[in-house]
């Protein structure tokens, strides 16, 4: 498990407006380019300190790659850093409060207590 | 010594900025309401004629981030660059420029740090909404000087409710000690019940109306010892999984003291999460 790296990746997406246009438009080479080029870079150091060992498990990476909310809130990933980049691709498609109501839905089935996101 | 001018507690609503502004068919129905409630707020705060504010809030993860996170941090510089472009994006909140106290943050440091409180601290601070939310809806004209105090409600392992408590204490005695004649108001915003990204969000009300029934009376009657008795880092997952931002409500609560009722009281339930709006007058009330 590594939910840091998947917060990380939510994290550096939701801040760059190109990266969530990318993001919502090619899931999965923008998956595997971040996990190759990006996983590792440790945030406010120049690019050539980086980290060795931040790998996403097979699971986390199919998660991402389906842009599978439910199954990322499964996994312990922060709700809030998904729930904002997911507002952030999606809600334009749909209504007023729509996308978040819908969202919402996707996950009546979970009860208390929720997966644990200290990282 | 410098006077508490107020001690003001509010939740933090992103969505108020646009509600408030918007026009036609894109102005909400509950917003002439929202927009009343906040204008009588506001007067609280303007009728205490404060010379700075002391900004509690906390970020979320806009600078701080879990490869680096404080649990409670001050900012100390010159101006303070505010909101960030996901805040843009999801609520449209406009871009600010605060100025900042570095004399009172300076002093908050040092007796902070003395105090016992481990406080980082920030030269150079770009502030959210948790910061500029209450400036918009009590101070919009932005013209006082901040000094913005950080907490982890965010990202576990977070302080205890008690510590939220004592910060506040300490925050209070600080300001009454500081060798200035400046009128200072410390002002906190949290969140009553609230899911984000699960299942109990955006629904007709707050997740958890009960809890927030029992939250607005234990702030309004300053009743700490009460808070204390039933909210625990654990029980916060059970009236929503984004509760714990509670805690700097109840940090305010620390700040007004133990048993003192807010000189002002108000709260707005909407959709989604409900609004709640205090003021106490350390000094007696203001007419």
Same mark, same amino acid.
């Given at each position: 498990?590594? &939910?840091?790296?998947?917060? &990380?990746?939510?994290?550096?997406?939701?801040?760059?407006?190109?990266?969530? %246009?990318?993001?919502?438009?090619?899931?999965?080479?923008?998956?595997?380019?971040? %996990?190759?080029?990006?996983?590792?870079?440790?945030?406010?150091?120049?690019?050539? %300190? &980086?980290?060795?060992?931040?790998?996403?498990?097979?699971?986390?990476?199919?998660?991402?790659? %389906?842009?599978?909310?439910?199954?990322?809130?499964?996994?312990?990933?922060?709700?809030?850093?998904?729930?904002?980049?997911?507002?952030?691709?999606?809600?334009?498609?749909?209504?007023?409060?729509?996308?978040?109501?819908?969202?919402?839905?996707?996950?009546?089935?979970?009860?208390?207590?929720?997966?644990?996101?200290?990282? | 010594?410098?006077?508490?001018?107020?001690?003001?507690?509010?939740?933090?609503?992103?969505?108020? *900025?646009?509600?408030?502004?918007?026009?036609?068919? /894109?102005?909400?129905?509950?917003?002439?309401?929202?927009?009343?409630?906040?204008?009588? !707020?506001?007067?609280?705060?303007?009728?205490?004629?404060?010379?700075?504010?002391?900004?509690?809030?906390?970020?979320?993860?806009?600078?701080?981030?879990?490869?680096?996170?404080?649990?409670?941090?001050?900012?100390?510089?010159?101006?303070?660059?505010?909101?960030?472009?996901?805040?843009?994006?999801? !609520?449209?909140?406009?871009?600010?420029?605060?100025?900042?106290?570095?004399?009172?943050?300076?002093?908050?440091?040092?007796?902070?740090?003395?105090?016992?409180? /481990?406080?980082?601290?920030?030269?150079?601070?770009?502030? /959210? +909404?948790?910061?500029?939310?209450?400036?918009?809806?009590?101070?919009?004209?932005?013209?006082?000087?901040?000094?913005?105090?950080?907490?982890?409600?965010?990202?576990?392992?977070?302080?205890?409710?008690?510590?939220?408590?004592?910060?506040?204490?300490?925050?209070?005695?600080?300001?009454?000690?500081?060798?200035?004649?400046?009128?200072?108001?410390?002002?906190?915003?949290?969140?009553?019940?609230?899911?984000?990204?699960?299942?109990?969000?955006?629904?007709? +009300?707050?997740?958890?109306?009960?809890?927030?029934?029992?939250?607005?009376?234990?702030?309004?009657?300053?009743?700490?010892?009460?808070?204390?008795?039933?909210?625990?880092?654990?029980?916060?997952?059970?009236?929503?999984?984004?509760? +714990?931002?509670?805690?700097?409500?109840?940090?305010?609560?620390?700040?007004?003291?133990?048993?003192?009722?807010?000189?002002?009281?108000?709260?707005? /339930?909407?959709?989604?999460?409900?609004?709640? *709006?205090?003021?106490? *007058?350390?000094?007696?009330?203001?007419?």
């Amino acid at each position: 498990m590594s &939910k840091y790296l998947l917060n &990380k990746f939510l994290y550096t997406v939701d801040r760059d407006p190109e990266l969530v %246009e990318r993001y919502r438009a090619d899931p999965s080479g923008t998956v595997d380019w971040w %996990e190759r080029e990006v996983a590792n870079t440790v945030l406010n150091c120049t690019a050539a %300190e &980086k980290s060795t060992w931040l790998a996403f498990t097979g699971d986390e990476r199919r998660a991402l790659r %389906e842009q599978d909310h439910v199954a990322l809130f499964g996994m312990g990933a922060h709700p809030f850093l998904t729930l904002t980049l997911f507002i952030a691709m999606f809600e334009r498609d749909h209504g007023p409060l729509e996308y978040q109501r819908a969202y919402a839905r996707a996950m009546e089935h979970i009860q208390l207590p929720y997966p644990d996101i200290a990282t | 010594m410098a006077t508490v001018a107020a001690v003001i507690a509010s939740t933090h609503h992103p969505f108020y *900025y646009r509600a408030s502004t918007s026009t036609g068919a /894109d102005r909400p129905p509950f917003a002439d309401e929202w927009v009343a409630k906040i204008e009588a !707020f506001r007067a609280t705060l303007t009728r205490a004629e404060p010379d700075v504010l002391v900004m509690v809030g906390s970020d979320h993860f806009h600078q701080l981030w879990l490869d680096n996170m404080p649990q409670f941090l001050v900012g100390k510089a010159p101006f303070f660059d505010a909101n960030w472009y996901n805040e843009e994006r999801e !609520f449209g909140l406009p871009r600010m420029r605060l100025a900042g106290d570095e004399e009172l943050a300076a002093y908050l440091l040092r007796e902070g740090l003395d105090a016992g409180f /481990d406080l980082a601290f920030s030269n150079e601070l770009r502030i /959210d +909404h948790s910061v500029t939310c209450p400036i918009i809806t009590l101070r919009p004209q932005a013209d006082l000087p901040v000094v913005p105090v950080y907490t982890n409600i965010f990202a576990p392992p977070m302080p205890r409710p008690e510590r939220f408590v004592a910060l506040g204490r300490a925050l209070r005695r600080m300001v009454e000690a500081w060798p200035s004649d400046k009128r200072v108001a410390i002002i906190g915003t949290g969140h009553l019940s609230l899911e984000l990204g699960g299942p109990r969000q955006f629904g007709p +009300h707050g997740p958890d109306p009960e809890f927030d029934r029992k939250a607005v009376a234990w702030i309004a009657n300053g009743d700490v010892d009460g808070c204390l008795a039933e909210v625990t880092l654990d029980s916060l997952h059970a009236p929503g999984n984004a509760t +714990h931002g509670f805690m700097d409500f109840m940090l305010m609560m620390g700040a007004a003291g133990n048993g003192v009722k807010a000189d002002y009281t108000d709260s707005l /339930d909407l959709f989604h999460t409900m609004e709640a *709006y205090f003021t106490w *007058y350390p000094e007696g009330a203001r007419s």
